[in-house]
Nanobody, 114 residues
Framework: QVQLVESGGGLVQPGGSLRLSCTTS????????MGWYRQAPGKERELVAT???????NYADSVKGRFTISRDNVKNTVYLQMNSLKPDDTAVYYC????????WGQGTQVTVSS
């Protein structure tokens, strides 16, 4: 059974930074893609960033230049570095891993507010 455990969410002021972590049991390289999605109250879940096994990345237009997805293959962890945070970034952030099937973490709350 694949487990994805997220951490790093919290309350931050506009303009601040947070780093989310997603750790899985076993090698993250067994997945074709790993990524981050988010869901704000009353809205659908949306893609934030993905990282493929070959290292290519994809970002939502709303976060380009502010967020960076990366991984540590030894620690089996994917990160989302979030800078210049805005109130619109407030959401529950979910880690996703995909091969033939997809897996989700439990989510971590990010709140951007003064």
């Amino acid at each position: 059974q694949v487990q994805l455990v997220e951490s790093g969410g919290g309350l931050v002021q506009p303009g601040g930074s947070l780093r989310l972590s997603c750790t899985t049991s076993g090698s993250i390289l067994r997945f074709n893609y790993m990524g981050w999605y988010r869901q704000a109250p009353g809205k659908e879940r949306e893609l934030v960033a993905t990282l493929s096994r070959d290292g290519s990345t994809n970002y939502a237009d709303s976060v380009k230049g502010r967020f960076t997805i990366s991984r540590d293959n030894v620690k089996n962890t994917v990160y989302l570095q979030m800078n210049s945070l805005k109130p619109d970034d407030t959401a529950v952030y979910y880690c996703n891993a995909r091969s033939l099937v997809g897996y989700w973490g439990q989510g971590t709350q990010v709140t951007v507010s003064s």
